[in-house]
């Protein structure tokens, strides 16, 4: 009966649209980030297709080797992207890495001036 009278579900409110943005030419947005990846001593099941082994054994604190970071710059405009893979996100290290990045989009012709991070 609700829904023969319109009366089942509320009317939605519009959706306000994306906030789009986009650059004109290489260099003028740079988007950094970093992912954490877990470091393994051996590989699993998933790899290997032995599931022979203990469930827990990935658990056990002998088996925690750490994690890698992926540090990535990627260009608004091109999608031209530099990445490093380094053992952590202390400032000493992503200093040098964003050196390092802008050196090199530079040499690629884009010339860096804005820098965008979440962090």
């Not at 009317?11 to 906030?19: A, G, I, L, S, V």
């Not at 740079?30 to 992912?35: E, G, Q």
């Not at 996100?89 to 979440?118: C, H, I, K, S």
Request: hydrophobic share 30%; proline share 8%.
């Amino acid at each position: 009966m609700l829904r023969r009278h319109g009366l089942s579900r509320p009317e939605r409110c519009p959706k306000e649209p994306p906030n789009r943005y986009g650059c004109p030419c290489p260099g003028d947005l740079l988007h950094m980030d970093t992912a954490r990846y877990a470091r393994f001593e051996r590989p699993g099941h998933a790899v290997t297709g032995d599931r022979s082994q203990r469930s827990r054994d990935w658990m056990a604190p002998e088996t925690r080797v750490g994690y890698d970071f992926a540090h990535a710059i990627v260009d608004d405009y091109s999608r031209l992207a530099y990445v490093e893979l380094h053992p952590d996100e202390r400032a000493a290290t992503v200093t040098a890495f964003v050196a390092r990045a802008l050196t090199w989009f530079e040499q690629q012709g884009a010339r860096p001036r804005r820098l965008m991070t979440d962090g």
